[in-house]
Each structure stands twice: as C-alpha cells, then as structure tokens.
C-alpha cells in the first residue's frame, strides 16, 4: 500500500479536474437524521453531565458516535463521490457558543477530517484491487468543511441601529482559523468555505486561511461556495452573483460555486452565468429540490441527476454533489452522469479591472470613465464634514445618496480631520452605508492617510473597493507589506507616485515613479496589474509659479505613457485640485475641469475623483472661453493665467450673458391650443408652464390630460395613421407628452382617492431571448403610450418563463413580441407554446424585421388557441389592440382566423407545387468556373488586423440613407424622398436632425466604432470551405445550396462555388495550409454606444431612438468602408478600382460580402466560426447570444469573396436530403439543424 499511498500523493484535485468532472458528496444532516438520535447519543458517555442541551449539535458526533459519520462517508465513497466534506459546518467558535462547546473546536475538526481520512483510506483498500484492474487508480479527496457561522459581519444585529454588528471581522478570522488548524492537522486535503449568505465572512474566512498558510508554510486547494437566496439571484445580504464573484477573485481558488437554497432547476441559469464568468473551476451542490410545508425534501434522485446532467451538456460544471436532502442515491446517480461528460473548460477571460459592491462594476476599454463621487470626504465638502462632526450621520448619508443618483460610479469616504477620531467615524459610516442598498450597490474607495483607517473601514466591506492610497513615502518595505495586505483584504489600490524623495511632479519623475511601484506590485507580490490604480497627481495650475504651468500637460502625458508601457494599470485622479487657484469663479473651475477631463481620457485616464455638478459639457463651453481655458490647461501661452483670471471675473459679476430670439407668435393663442402646437410640433419648452396655467380651467388635473392632452395627442395619432405626420415627430411629440405628464403627477395623486387612473388597455412588450435588436419595439412602446395604453417593457433578451409570469401577475391585455433574427422567429412559436402549456388566454401580437404575417399563420398561430396577430409597423399597432378589446372584437377575432387558415392552406398548397431537385442534382448543377484560366490574387495583409477606432467622419460619408428612412418607417430613396409632395419636407427635418446627432455623436464620442477582419487561405471541399486561421488551424466553414429547379443553364448556387477546389488530397483532417491555394475574408464591425454618455438621453425617447438608428447605420457604413478598403488596399483584389458611392452601395463591385443569417447564408450559427477565428470578443468586445445575436445590436459580421463572378442570391427552400447532409457535415443532430434552418425547410 506504500507504494499505491505514494503513487496517489502525486496527483492533485487540479489534475483529476482537467480530465473529468468530479463528484462531491451529499447531505450530511439528512443522513443523520435518519438515525433518530436522542438526546444521550448526543452527549455520549463523555458528555453526560453537560449543562447545556446537545441534541442537533450534529458535529459533535464526531467525538460521540464516530461510527455514524464514518459510516455515512464510506456510503457517499460507495456511490461514487470524489470527494467527501467532513462534519464540521458549525464547527467553529461563534457557532459553538450556543451549546457551551467553544474549548472543543480544534479537537472538532481534527476528529472530523479524521474520520473522512479514515473513510477514503478503508474505501481505497476495499476498492484498489477493482481499480487497478480496470486502470482507474485515483485518489479519493477531504474537503474539511468551514460553513458561514451563525452571525453575519454585514447586516445589523440591532433593529434601531443599522450600523451594529453581532460580529467582527477580527473575531470572524480567529474563528476561521482556529477551525482550519484543526481541519488541517486531521488530514484534510481541501478546504471548503461554503453556504456563504455574506461575502464579508468569506472574506475573513480567506484573510484567515492565507495567514495560516503563511505561517505554517503550507498551502491546501480552495474552494468558496455561495449561497443564492432566491429567484432574483442574489446572496441574502443582496449581493448579485457577479460581484459575489468578483468580491473572491483575489484569492487563487481552486472553484467556486453555488450550494442550498435552491434546487438544481432553480440554480440552472446561475450556474451558466458563473461558468461564463469564473476564472476558477466551477461547482454546484443543490438541494434536493425545494422543501415541502415540512421543511422536508421529496426530489426523487434520477430527477435530481437529470436536472444535473442538464448543466454537464452545457459544459458548465468541474465539481458536482448535493447539499439538503440529497442523499447516497442521488449521489449514485449523478456520479452515473458524471461519467458521460467532460468537465469546464476554463474560459480565457479579458482581464479588466473588477469592482463590487452589492453590484459589480467592471472597467472595460468601452467604460470611457468611471466618475467617483468626492462629496462624502470631509476634507473636500464642509457640509459633509459638520454633518460628521455633529454625529449627523443619517443626513450624511443622503449625501451619499445623491451622488448615486448623481451618476457617481464609486463613492470616495474620506474622514481624515484633526479634531475627528476617523477610525471611528469611518467604521460607523461605512456599516451604515452597507446597509442602504441604493448606495451600497456601488464600490467603495476607502481614502486616508491614516494606514489604521483604511484598514478598520476593510474589515467592513463585503464588496470590492478601492484603498486610496499607499506609495513609496515610506520605503519599499512598508509599501509591500501594504500592498499584500490589501490585497489580502480583496481590495484594489490606488497609487500616489509619490516616493521617498518626495511627490512626483515632473513628467520624468512621474514614469520613473510609476514603472518602479509597477515593477515592485507584479514581480515580488504577483500583485494583480488590474488592480494597480495609479494617480499621477492632479496639481494646480495657474498658481502664478511657472514651474506649475505644465502640471497639468505633465498629467495627460504621464497617463498616455501608463497605459502604453504598464499593461492593465488603470489611472486615476482628485480633478478639483486643478482649478484651486481660481477658487470663487465656479464657470472658470466646471470649464477647467471639463477641459482637463476631456483631454486626459483621450490620453487614457481610466476614473477620477470629481463633482458632476463641477463640470460642462465639453462641447457647449462658449468658444471665447474654451480657448482662453484649453490655454492654461495645455500651457499654450505664456500670458494664459492673466487672460483667464480677467473673463472669470467677469462671469463672476455676471457680464456676457447671451440674448436670444426666437419666433414665439404662438404663445398669443389660448393656452389649449397652445399645448395642442406644442404636442404637434413636438416642443416642449414651455409645456410645463401651459399646464400649470391650464390646470386652472379643470376641477381635476387628470381632465386636463384627458382632454386637451389627449386630444392633441389623439390628433397626432391621426395624422400618423394618415400618412401626414412622420415618426420622428410621433416621437418628439410624445416627449413632450411626458413632460405634462410629470408635471401633472402629484397634482393627480393628490386628486385620485386612491382611485386609479383608467388607460385604453394594458400591453406586454418583449424582445425574445437571444435577441437584443430593441428600436421597433422601442418606437411600438412610445406610439402606443402616446393612445393611452399602459406600457410594460421588459427589455431584450427576454425568456418565455419572464414574459408569461409577468403578463400573468400584471394581468396583461395584450402580449407584443419583437425580433430582428431569423432564431428568434422560433423562439416566438416556444412562447406560444408555453402560453398553451400554462392556459394563458392574452391575445399575442409579433412584430419585427423577419417576422410576417404567413410565420404567423403557419407557424405561430397553431400552437396557440388564442389570438395571433402579426402587426406589421408601429402605425398600425394601435388600430389591432383598438380592433382586438373594441365592440366588434369578436368579430375581428374571427376574420384574423379565417384570414390565416385561409393563408396556411394556400402556403401548403404552394409547398405541396413547389418544385424541388435532389441535393445531387443541385450539387451536379453548380458554378462551373475554370480555374485554369483564373489568377488568384494573394492579400498583401494576411495576419489578423484590428481597427480600435474608426473616423466617424469617415464613415458618416458611406451612411446609406435610404435605410435610415426606413428605420423611421419613411420609405423612398434617397435623396429622392426630400421631392416627395407628401413626406418631402419631414424627411428633410429628419435628416437634418441626424446630422445634429452625428456631429453630437462624432464631438462626445458617444459612438466608438471598432472592426477586426483577417484573409486567410481556403480551398471549396464540396459545400463546406476549408481555411487555415492565424494559427495555421484547419478551420470549416459550412455552406447550403440552392435546391429550386432552374432553367437550362443557370446553375444552383453555394457560396463555396465561388472558392477554388482543395487539391491533391479531400480529407480536412490531413490538409496542410500550403495546399489552400484561394483566399477568404471574414470580418466583424460594431458601432458601440457610449451607455453613461447617453444617460442624459435617457428622458428622451426621440434622441434615443435617434442614435440607436444612427448607430446601426453607422456599422453598415463601417462594414462597406472597411470592404471597399479590403478591395482595394488591404486584400488589394481591386486596386483600380474607382466608384461613386451610388454604385458601390448598390454593390457594383468586384466581389460580395455575404453576412450569416442572410439569403446565401441563412444559417445563423457559422457566426460563431467568424467569431473564432477573428478572435472577436477578444480583440473587439462583440459578442453572441445563444441565439447568434450580435451584442452589441449595432454590429455586422460576415464573409469576403473576392472571384468576379462571384454574387448575391438565395438559398431558399432545402429538402430533407440536404438538411441531412448538412447535419453530418456541421456534426449537429438533425433536430439541431432543423430548429436553425427551419425558415428555409
């Protein structure tokens, strides 16, 4: 056995996790409690005359019958566990006070992973003749088990006081690892901290368990495994799963997961969201499902192992078992499971700096800059300061607040004050921060200069959050220890370049600062790069010092360096300090600051400590003053200060205000027709003063709205529905709208009695799940909230499960469904389905890019027995829901199903006629293109190629207007649709409002596009193409023939006709990449949306819709800007080549650029093989939904074929035999292949 013992030693659970999902065990306390033990099986002989009460103390079985826990390990081992967790969940000093057993807690622990070590060793005796027959000798592994105690170090003990705490940090971390000694002596080989409801005690549990390791010199694998509370997916002190994750990150674990609390079906699409996102293995360990009105679990094993099995085809788990209820048999089958599946494999995450509070925070390069809020430090606001002193805190705390709804990203606390005692103040403000979850969602920066304040306010903190800050002041030695206690503590850091000869304040000190502490951070500590924040010191300029004169030049330049030689620092800085020396002159300081930011972020500064209400927008700064400011930030002149402190006094004495005159001729008329002109025109200057004044004509306020507002709007729904009003000006009208509307609010809250307002109906609007293209639905929801109906908008992406459930508690008139994508024509039949299956009767109403009326009635409407409607454009919505709850509804019900039996029988007919070959025949009948004769032109770029950021300006010119009209449902060429007699003169407001918004888009950088494509070789092997990628791996591509019967000589088309033919060999697998004599171009542009720059949008649906428009155009125009320059420059195919934009928009080039989902491609999944090889996510940030959707929405992926005779066409209908084929070829089953292709079938 010595030599079995020795071979076992050398294999590691990271090893066995590479090649196989390993099983954990199950229920402890239910395997107990089948033994009905009594009060005397408890105590045993040794604890007979103990004063306290032992019944349910299960882990002092260990001392006293060591039998039973034995007993139950060898059972888990028998049904196939990998892994068994000894009895010590409560085996720790704080839990162990409740029955008087506090002195026992070290022999508790060693005695439990004792007898789990005793266990594997008589399993592996019994069981090693077996193994080693079969060649599957593997060790067997303890977990030593470490659970949440019963005190939680991050809500409050005390219902009056919010800041109290039952327990500390301090006292958890004693507790911990006193309890992992005794784990670690009895021969545990892993630990497991686990059922975590507060991140905060796992926190201390981990500082615990790596200041032992330390000690001791050893170190023994991690595991965390957290407690997920309810349906909403957050841990019960409101943390979500994303920053659960994030708050562990720091420690290098071996898993993480989820355990108790739910079932397996309700952790299903939690455990998908953390293997996504875990850098670590993954685990799980459900209940048995969820308990009956006993507290008692009835979840059968196979049912339980199904629901498992479940998340193994997915490839989500490493680590499996049970937690309550679960018992040998559901472990048996679940190992059972287990056997057939490979484990996770870890995904390669991008490494962005991570934060968390009850919400997680991650900084990515498309974040632009993440404001901290500066107004809870009492160093820089005097009121937050004497609300400190006065003890005021629960005042201090709206402070907070406001910069939360101030768009404050990270709150800085800062409590630094001679006559404060800070500690104190900092730990009773932030125990009263974490427990205001409207302010707590959001990561702390812990700022002082007082190393015992930082820490004090740590020990508080469940999140993530940033400690500001340490630096070289004092030595290398202080500075490292910091660091690794910071890090210890889960925290990032920021650092001052700042060191022992003093505060860098030079462009050169500055770098040499910042690469000696970079160099320190990463190399003696493996200090995280993402989470090293430097800050290059912010100085005042303009002191009237000319050595301070380039402070702030020196800043940008520093930043720029940082980030081009330091990979994944981030740079941070306190902005205010600026402006200091014009203190008084707030216009002069908020365009400083302005000016100062605008510069730095495009140098690459990542957040700042800053005042939004100390700041201009950047673009709206008076010209005259812009100059004069951009003078003294840049140091552009020597007399800039003077120049400056000369205008500010002016602003300040309130001299250079703008007169402006406007044709106001409207505001004579009566104040009803003048909100009927401002409803029409869409202007919402003075709406908010003309209800106020109409206000006074109505005995109720919500007369108001139902006449004169409504009837403007009414009004505005005619003329829509008429041809004679546009939908820009719907949407522009319906802001002006809810403005009345707010403005009407209290008055009609005031006014009702509780009574509530009526609306025409109450409707339902959802993006199905894998779709995330939301503008249709976006314009439905506002032209219907403009005819009185209540909206509710659940977004994008949303599941069938949310859409019934919440249709149902709303108790819904009307369910509308959107998509863009072919995928998700067959996620509306799933919702039609379900609401068969759950007898909902809610009329379904479906609109959308691909949907039509025929989907509806061949493919939706029978599997639903309620009414389907298909609504063809936003104009006509309102008229179906008036249709479908209005007198004659019954009768409109009717004719809408006649009408549809009446389009299916004449679709079956059709596909009964329609004329199909055989898939060989189609395949006889391809492109017949004669090689011989036909130069191949090699790319002068072969290599992946990524473009960060394209010229708005650029591609503004490559816009094709024609169907940014349509997106406003205004059809007509352009520019042809400006002579328009009916829709000319709307059109061209339309269009000059674009142009607005694309140079607001261009100047705020509200839209960043970016692009990756590579030409690779490739070579035709039937349908499929072959190609070799950036690494020189074989790679296919899958294509579908058009199967229609055709004319003599016109052939049936594939893409891959258009690729020269493999040669000398057919086989993929021994291809070589020399033998690909054609090339192939794939690429992938996004237009991504600048979310926190839209959020002054965020009231105004016009400019919303307006630049989501905008943005799709602007990816269209990116993909034919970057094709044209393939052609001609970066492929070089066409070099000659010299279009004028008409014919290059019409496609009159040499070459296409078909796009999966599209009619020569219409299977949506092959995006997925353009996503691999162009490394899109990766280099770009473009991802795929599970449907194939694009995210973002704004984004265009697809394929380069450069032959001149390649071209456009259909695929069209496929008949069964090349569905088949296509099947084998992708290695998909046929249901697959059917559900993907099903609109071609």
């Not at 005692?421 to 979850?437: C, G, T, W, Y």
């Not at 989501?1108 to 320059?1125: C, G």
Request: proline share 4%; net charge negative.
């Amino acid at each position: 056995m010595k030599q079995r013992g020795e071979e076992l030693k050398i294999i590691t659970p990271e090893d066995l996790l590479k090649k196989r999902i390993l099983v954990l065990d199950g229920a402890m306390g239910t395997m107990i409690q089948r033994f009905k033990l009594t009060e005397t099986d408890y105590r045993g002989e040794r604890f007979k005359d103990h004063p306290m009460p032992q019944r349910g103390n299960n882990d002092l079985l260990s001392l006293t019958r060591g039998d039973i826990i034995k007993g139950i390990h060898l059972d888990y081992l028998n049904s196939g566990a990998d892994i068994i967790t000894t009895n010590s969940f409560n085996s720790n000093r704080i839990s162990m006070a409740d029955y008087g057993m506090e002195s026992l807690v070290y022999e508790l622990n060693f005695e439990s992973a004792s007898l789990a070590k005793a266990a594997v060793r008589e399993y592996e005796i019994l069981s090693s003749k077996d193994e080693a027959k079969s060649g599957s000798l593997e060790p067997h592994f303890v977990a030593g088990t470490l659970g949440p105690t019963n005190r939680t170090a991050s809500m409050s003990s005390d219902v009056n006081d919010p800041g109290a705490r039952a327990v500390s940090f301090d006292d958890l971390v004693d507790a911990y690892s006193e309890q992992a000694r005794g784990l670690i002596d009895g021969g545990a080989d892993i630990l497991l901290i686990e059922t975590i409801f507060d991140v905060l005690n796992a926190k201390a549990a981990l500082f615990a368990l790596d200041c032992l390791f330390e000690e001791r010199g050893q170190r023994l694998p991690v595991m965390v495994s957290g407690t997920i509370t309810d349906a909403s997916g957050r841990t019960l002190t409101g943390q979500t799963l994303e920053a659960f994750l994030v708050s562990v990150s720091h420690y290098p674990l071996l898993s993480v997961g989820l355990n108790c609390a739910l079932g397996a079906e309700q952790l299903r699409p939690f455990v998908g969201e953390l293997s996504a996102k875990s850098p670590f293995f993954v685990s799980a360990h459900p209940n048995a499902g969820l308990p009956n009105q006993f507290g008692e679990y009835d979840q059968e094993a196979h049912y339980m192992a199904s629901v498992a099995e479940e998340f193994m085809e997915q490839g989500w788990i490493n680590i499996i078992g049970g937690c309550c209820g679960t018992t040998p048999s559901h472990i048996a089958k679940i190992a059972e499971a287990a056997r057939r599946h490979s484990p996770r494999v870890i995904p390669a995450l991008e490494r962005y700096t991570k934060l968390s509070g009850l919400e997680a925070l991650t900084i990515t390069p498309e974040t632009n800059f993440v404001n901290i809020g500066e107004r809870t430090n009492v160093s820089g606001s005097k009121k937050f300061a004497r609300l400190i002193k006065e003890e005021r805190y629960s005042d201090a705390l709206a402070i907070a607040r406001d910069q939360v709804d101030g768009g404050a990203q990270i709150i800085d606390v800062c409590m630094d004050e001679a006559m404060l005692d800070s500690q104190k103040a900092m730990v009773r403000f932030v125990n009263l921060i974490m427990a205001e979850p409207d302010i707590s969602r959001l990561p702390l920066m812990i700022d002082s200069s007082k190393w015992e304040v930082i820490e004090s306010a740590l020990k508080c903190i469940q999140g993530k959050s940033v400690v500001n800050s340490i630096s070289l002041k004092e030595g290398e030695e202080v500075f490292l220890e910091r660091a690794k206690t910071i890090r210890r503590y889960g925290a990032a850091a920021v650092v001052m370049l700042f060191d022992e000869k003093g505060q860098a304040d030079t462009f050169a000190r500055r770098i040499e600062v910042a690469q000696r502490c970079y160099s320190l951070l990463t190399e003696k500590l493996n200090f995280l790069p993402e989470d090293i924040i430097f800050d290059p010191n912010v100085l005042a300029v303009a002191t009237g010092i000319e050595e301070h004169n380039n402070y702030a030049v020196d800043f940008i330049k520093t930043t720029s360096w940082i980030k081009q030689n330091l990979p994944y620092a981030k740079v941070s800085g306190g902005i205010s300090n600026l402006s200091f020396s014009f203190r008084g002159m707030d216009t002069v300081r908020e365009a400083m600051h302005s000016v100062f930011l605008y510069h730095a972020i495009k140098a690459g500064l990542d957040m700042g400590i800053v005042n939004p209400g100390m700041l201009q927008v950047y673009s709206e700064i008076p010209p005259d003053l812009l100059t004069l400011t951009e003078d003294v930030v840049l140091n552009r002149r020597k007399d800039a200060t003077d120049r400056l402190v000369a205008v500010g006094e002016n602003l300040a004495k309130g001299r250079g205000a703008l007169l402006i005159s406007k044709d106001l001729d409207w505001r004579k008329l009566p104040v009803k027709e003048r909100i009927k002109h401002a409803l029409i025109r869409g202007l919402d200057e003075f709406i908010e003063e003309d209800v106020e004044e109409a206000r006074s004509l109505y005995k109720r306020s919500i007369e108001l709205i139902e006449g004169p507002l409504m009837g403007g709007m009414n009004e505005v729904g005619d003329l829509f529905g008429s041809g004679k009003m546009f939908l820009p000006q719907v949407v522009k009208s319906a802001r002006v709208m809810k403005k009345a509307v707010t403005r009407l609010a209290p008055y009609i809250e005031l006014e009702s009695n509780g009574e509530e307002n009526k609306s025409a109906g109450k409707l339902l609007l959802a993006t199905v799940k894998g779709d995330v293209h939301d503008i249709g639905k976006n314009i439905v929801s506002v032209v219907l909230s403009c005819n009185n109906y209540k909206i509710i908008d659940l977004g994008v992406m949303v599941s069938a499960e949310k859409i019934i459930d919440t249709a149902i508690d709303e108790n819904v008139d009307f369910i509308g469904l959107s998509g863009l994508i072919t995928p998700s024509l067959e996620e509306m039949v799933h919702v039609a389905s379900e609401l068969e299956r759950r007898g909902v009767k809610i009329p379904l109403l479906v609109g959308g890019a691909t949907t039509s009326e025929i989907h509806a009635a061949v493919k939706i409407a029978p599997k639903y027995s309620c009414s389907v409607i298909h609504v063809k454009d936003a104009s006509k919505a309102a008229g179906v829901l008036s249709s479908l709850k209005g007198a004659n509804s019954l009768d409109y019900k009717s004719a809408i199903l006649r009408k549809y039996d009446s389009l299916r029988e004449v679709h079956n007919s059709a596909k009964e006629a329609r004329q199909l070959i055989s898939y060989e025949q189609a395949k006889r009948n391809s492109l017949k293109i004669n090689w011989s004769e036909t130069t191949l032109c090699p790319p002068a770029k072969r290599a992946l190629q990524q473009i960060d950021s394209v010229d708005l300006h650029t591609l503004i010119d490559y816009i094709d207007w024609t169907f940014f009209f349509f997106a406003w449902k205004m059809s007509g060429r352009y520019p042809a649709i400006f002579k328009d007699p009916v829709k000319g003169e709307e059109a061209k407001k339309l269009y000059e409002d674009a142009q607005i918004y694309l140079k607001e888009i261009a100047d705020k950088i509200l839209i960043t596009v970016k692009a990756v494509y590579g030409i690779f070789p490739a070579a035709s092997s039937g349908d499929d193409i072959i190609l070799a990628d950036d690494n020189q791996q074989i790679t296919k591509l899958h294509f579908l023939r058009n199967q229609e019967l055709k004319d003599k000589g016109i052939p049936n088309l594939s893409l891959a006709d258009f690729i020269k033919p493999i040669e000398e060999v057919s086989a993929s697998e021994n291809l070589e990449p020399p033998q690909l004599k054609d090339n192939i171009g794939a690429f992938v542009v996004s237009a991504i949306i600048d979310d926190s720059g839209m959020s002054i949008y965020k009231e105004d649906d016009y400019a919303t819709i307006m630049i989501r428009i905008l943005s799709d155009r602007l990816a269209e125009a990116s993909a034919e800007w970057l094709h044209e320059k393939i052609r001609k420059q970066f492929w070089g195919y066409a070099k000659e080549e010299n279009l004028p934009l008409e014919m290059m928009l019409s496609s009159k080039y040499q070459g296409i650029r078909p796009a999966p989902g599209y009619p020569a491609c219409p299977e949506h999944t092959e995006k997925q093989t353009i996503f691999d090889i162009l490394q899109a996510e990766k280099r770009i940030g473009v991802k795929l939904t599970e449907s194939y959707t694009m995210v973002p929405a704004a984004s265009v992926c697809g394929y380069i074929f450069s032959h001149p005779a390649s071209s456009y066409f259909n695929v069209g209908k496929i008949g069964d035999d090349q569905l088949r084929d296509y099947a084998a070829r992708k290695g998909i089953t046929l249901d697959e292949a059917t559900r993907w292709l099903a609109p071609n079938l």
